[in-house]
């Protein structure tokens, strides 16, 4: 059947079971929301604030979800305002498909109105891009682009679809799907068969799991693998959730923010299990001194990791949910010559564990704790970038994958609101909270325009410190407090910003008033903005110095 681009385009979103979008109209999209209008009751369309604002909410829905997230802006700067909402999701391996307009193909490379090269400017950000330049291939490319996003190591993929191609007509017909790679073929028997002697022959093994496990499903069998070789799990911050928080396995994060126990168990373990992990800065701080005594096994489904930022004893290059499938059914469950480096692991937790001041002051940590114990730890968490991120990271205990959003990677300050509201739609039956700082809470604060337009029962928890406080504390413990730019003691009443866009804003400055407050919250059923207001000098700890090794942490003295 004849149908023009805008046409073909929502068709292909249907093939690829797209059923929502987040997007920003102009222009250049002017035909394809024309066309959206017609598809009232197949594609559900989310207007945001900003164009960042979509990108991220595709981001936070397709983590949510596990499927792919959808955006769309118009050309020029409706297309540039997407560009950190793909990069966030570059970084993090999430597998969104960014759709943007353009000027008629006679109008490229002249300078035209709302021109941009947007393909060229996000090449550096996206698995792949594309540029439509003829209607006979626009369905084509609309299907590799959600295959790309999906297959292997997941990613966003942008296409770039100027004006006359939505208008153009040409021949369209259905197709399925293309199947997805389960990437199995470089997982042998000798390869796996390796890693088993390697972990037979350890006493003290640990298990490094990064958002690779959560991204592939693995979840049951990374418990299955743990509890067969009896060791200690660890995570990275992408990797949470991914390893039940309240298993007796499990240890904390690992890396600059890492428990003691975690960060102690990577530099005496003498092998090191790392799945879907990538060995980042913030979890190996000084390369040379990370894991010392150990083998490095490296699993992973991307072949461009092994080796990258640390040398591997031996690598398995595949899904880490097949991996594991094979090697659960290698290994026998053993106990025996662990024994020792379970005591010692449990010692460290006894004797080392996540604290923070109960002086009667209202602590964020504190908050943390009472939103798991009111929400019976079923909540999903979005964050923003900061000290917020950290605390929500050590004080929430994540049992199940997809449950904790954040920007790891690009440590994306605005993120967490606009991925709340992915979120909530992605995840309907769930109560979503977005920890913020009140400087990354500025930046798209604009957002709480959308959670009330669509009446999203989004609870933000504003850890208000008056200050940029990540940056700040760097400033204390680095730069002789030397506090430059980082005060922002400004006059923002949080709880009138909220009620002016239509929320409930509550404000919060007692210890005794928590749970009330958040009782508030969750019982609203609205939009939502607890103003936090937490000293301006409370830190996350602990700490890693930059340059140092892991198991050299500054600790809060309690």
């Known amino acids: 059947m004849q149908l023009t681009g805008a046409e073909i385009l929502l068709e292909c979103l249907k093939e690829q079971d797209v059923d929502t979008i987040f997007g920003y109209p102009g222009g250049a999209v002017l035909n394809i929301y024309d066309a959206l209008a017609r598809y009232p009751n197949n594609i559900r369309h989310y207007l945001t604030s900003h164009e960042q604002g979509a990108a991220h909410a595709a981001d936070g829905y397709a983590r949510v979800t596990g499927k792919v997230g959808v955006c769309m802006a118009t050309s020029g700067p409706g297309a540039t305002n997407l560009v950190t909402g793909i990069a966030t999701a570059y970084m993090d391996s999430v597998p969104v498909v960014a759709i943007t307009g353009n000027v008629a193909l006679p109008l490229l490379g002249k300078d035209s109105f709302q021109e941009v090269d947007i393909s060229g400017i996000t090449m550096p950000i996206t698995k792949h891009n594309f540029i439509v330049k003829d209607i006979d291939n626009l369905s084509t490319i609309i299907r590799r682009a959600f295959h790309i996003a999906q297959d292997g190591r997941c990613g966003p993929v942008l296409i770039d679809i100027p004006k006359d191609i939505t208008a153009a007509t040409t021949e369209y017909e259905p197709r399925q799907p293309l199947p997805l790679n389960c990437h199995t073929e470089s997982i042998t028997d000798e390869a796996i068969d390796k890693a088993v002697q390697i972990i037979k022959s350890s006493k003290r093994p640990l298990i490094y799991a990064g958002g690779g496990v959560v991204q592939s499903n693995a979840a049951s069998e990374l418990i299955e693998f743990a509890e067969k070789i009896n060791a200690p799990v660890t995570t990275s911050l992408m990797g949470l959730g991914g390893f039940s928080g309240t298993h007796k396995l499990f240890c904390g994060l690992v890396g600059m923010h890492g428990t003691k126990t975690s960060n102690l168990a990577a530099t005496k373990c003498d092998v090191l299990i ?82 923070y001041k109960n002086d009667g002051k209202l602590r964020p940590q504190y908050i943390m704790e009472r939103i798991y114990a009111l929400t019976d730890g079923e909540a999903i968490i979005s964050t923003e970038v900061g000290q917020n991120q950290i605390w929500a990271a050590q004080f929430y205990r994540y049992t199940q994958p997809r449950s904790f959003i954040s920007s790891g990677g690009l440590g994306t300050m605005g993120y967490g609101l606009g991925a709340a509201i992915g979120a909530q739609i992605g995840q309907p039956q769930k109560r979503v909270f977005n920890i913020a700082g009140d400087g990354s809470f500025r930046m798209n604060c604009n957002e709480l325009a959308t959670a009330v337009e669509y ?3 989004i609870i933000v928890v504003v850890f208000n410190n008056r200050a940029l406080g990540m940056v700040r504390q760097w400033q204390d413990l680095f730069y002789d407090s030397r506090f430059s730019q980082t005060t922002i003691d400004r006059a923002t009443d949080f709880v009138k910003l909220a009620e002016a866009y239509g929320a409930l804003g509550l404000n919060l400055s007692r210890n005794e008033d928590v749970d009330q407050v958040l009782e508030t919250a969750l019982k609203s059923n609205r939009t939502v903005v607890i103003d936090c207001e937490i000293d301006q000098d409370d830190k996350v700890f602990p700490i890693v110095p930059p340059g140092a090794a892991i198991d050299q942490l500054i600790t809060e003295e309690v």
């Not at 096994?297 to 595949?318: C, F, L, M, R, S």
């Not at 090697?327 to 026998?332: A, R, T, V, Y």
Request: neutral net charge; hydrophobic residues 40%; proline residues 5%.
């Open 274 to 355: 790392a799945l879907g992990a990538r060995f980042s800065d913030r979890v190996v701080s000084n390369v040379e001194k990370f894991a010392p005594k150990a083998k490095i096994i490296h699993i992973d489904i991307d072949p461009a990791e092994i080796n990258k930022n640390v040398d591997t004893y031996h690598h398995i290059i595949g899904d880490v949910k097949a991996v594991l499938q094979k090697l659960n059914g290698f290994i026998e469950k053993r106990i025996n010559n662990t024994e020792e480096w379970t005591e010692q692991i449990n010692h460290w937790k006894a004797a080392y564990p996540l604290n």
């Open 455 to 457: 009446n999203l029962p």
